[in-house]
């Protein structure tokens, strides 16, 4: 039984960028382009530098940054046909932003994270065409389930992964920094609906040694449950629906003698085509997400946001990516009692206000600046308003062998 004793300052997420999405997300591609020599080596650089203008816990600047490396090797190669095998080794930066600068409960970066080198994924998938597939190893949850597409663009943790889901359980779920093992499977039901489900450890890793490759599942702990539907109504609409459940107890925040077994929560996301001149001309996209998630234990109760893409906004730049979005973290009331009885304080929501720009300025090279203003930050008490200043450079490669 694992007691959550205060607010974490900071939403371990992922899927933030375009290069992060390539190595992280998009894994069924390099795949395929792998699948006539059977290897491919992708690296993905993505350095943040962070600087906190004003209001938050202090003002400064700190350099941020994730390097990974992956291999994808297709079976089909090797006479293993719809076998792909994925490892991806991560080197972090010594984070600390949020729990240093911003004061943000949610993570103004999603690269954001402890300095040191780890294996992040580590899986075997068998594909039955286009119909169903199996995976079983380390994985990242947020590479299959929550994933917003349109929201991939920014740097804010939250449009990665709903913050209500992203700080729930022990430790978070298996997700970035430190994903945890876990078994997927997804089923095509029609050609416009995929139904996906994945069971994972629900304590990813040692709280107290989170780097230490060890993994201990235990009735104790329990696993963590998740499904999601996913359908296209339209050529320009998409709908997401997603449930999760941990199976272990839970001491309460009202109460944290009182063990609960239900801890629980749902999320949907809406997304839109709004607009698009001419079939590859520019396009605006958008988006809208709710979740919830209980209370009782679990420090962020709700949350709501939403977005805006527009993409090829100059003349000349087709590819370039202008956004706006908005994320609600909303603390629940045992959470805010929890803190008032330990001399401290919670607002009743943070909200994140991000503007970013992202411009390809080569085929491997992504340049972004981004603007952030955080409304009541929940991660160290009564603080000011924090404005968040930033610049993200984005490098991918990869490398077919064969």
């Not at 291999?71 to 293993?80: P, R």
């Not at 997700?175 to 029609?190: A, N, Q, R």
């Not at 009782?296 to 893409?309: E, M």
């Not at 981004?370 to 924090?386: E, F, L, S, T, W």
Request: overall charge negative; glycine content about 14%; proline content about 5%.
């Amino acid at each position: 039984m694992r007691q959550i004793a205060s607010v974490p300052c900071h939403c371990r997420a992922v899927a933030g960028s375009a290069a992060l999405a390539a190595i992280v997300v998009s894994v069924p591609a390099a795949a395929a382009d792998a699948a006539s020599s059977g290897m491919q080596i992708s690296a993905a650089l993505i350095g943040d530098l962070m600087g906190n203008v004003s209001g938050g816990l202090r003002q400064g600047v700190r350099p941020l940054g994730r390097l990974d490396l992956g291999l994808t090797v297709a079976g089909d190669a090797y006479g293993l046909p719809g076998f792909t095998a994925f490892f991806d080794g991560t080197q972090t930066a010594d984070g600390g932003f949020s729990e240093r600068y911003a004061g943000d409960m949610q993570g103004v970066s999603n690269v954001d994270a402890p300095g040191g080198f780890l294996l992040y994924q580590a899986w075997v998938q068998k594909s039955w065409n286009d119909d169903a597939t199996v995976k079983i190893g380390l994985i990242d949850l947020n590479s299959e389930f929550d994933v917003q597409e349109a929201g991939v663009v920014f740097v804010n943790s939250s449009f990665g992964i709903g913050a209500e889901y992203g700080l729930s359980g022990a430790m978070g779920p298996s997700i970035y920094p430190f994903p945890g093992l876990g078994v997927t499977g997804s089923v095509k039901l029609d050609d416009d609906m995929t139904f996906r489900a994945g069971v994972f450890d629900a304590v990813p890793r040692d709280p107290d040694r989170p780097r230490r490759f060890s993994f201990t599942l235990s009735d104790k702990d329990g696993a963590l449950l998740t499904g999601e539907f996913d359908a296209r109504l339209s050529d320009a609409v998409h709908l997401q629906i997603g449930a999760w459940n941990y199976t272990g107890g839970f001491d309460t925040l009202a109460a944290p003698s009182r063990s609960s077994h239900d801890n629980r929560g749902f999320y949907g996301t809406l997304t839109a085509r709004l607009w698009q001149d001419g079939e590859h001309g520019p396009a605006v996209d958008g988006w809208v997400r709710g979740g919830t998630a209980k209370d009782s234990i679990n420090p962020v109760s709700a949350y709501f946001g939403g977005g805006i893409v527009y993409t090829g906004p100059f003349a000349g730049r087709p590819n370039d990516q202008l956004g706006f979005a908005v994320a609600n973290a909303y603390l629940g009331g045992p959470a805010r009692d929890a803190a008032q009885n330990a001399g401290s304080s919670l607002p009743s929501r943070e909200t994140t206000f991000e503007l970013t720009y992202a411009a390809p300025v080569a085929e491997w090279l992504v340049v972004q600046p981004d603007v952030q203003y955080v409304v009541n930050p929940a991660g160290g008490g009564r603080i000011k308003d924090a404005f968040v200043v930033g610049l993200r450079l984005s490098i991918s490669l990869s490398e077919t062998i064969g």
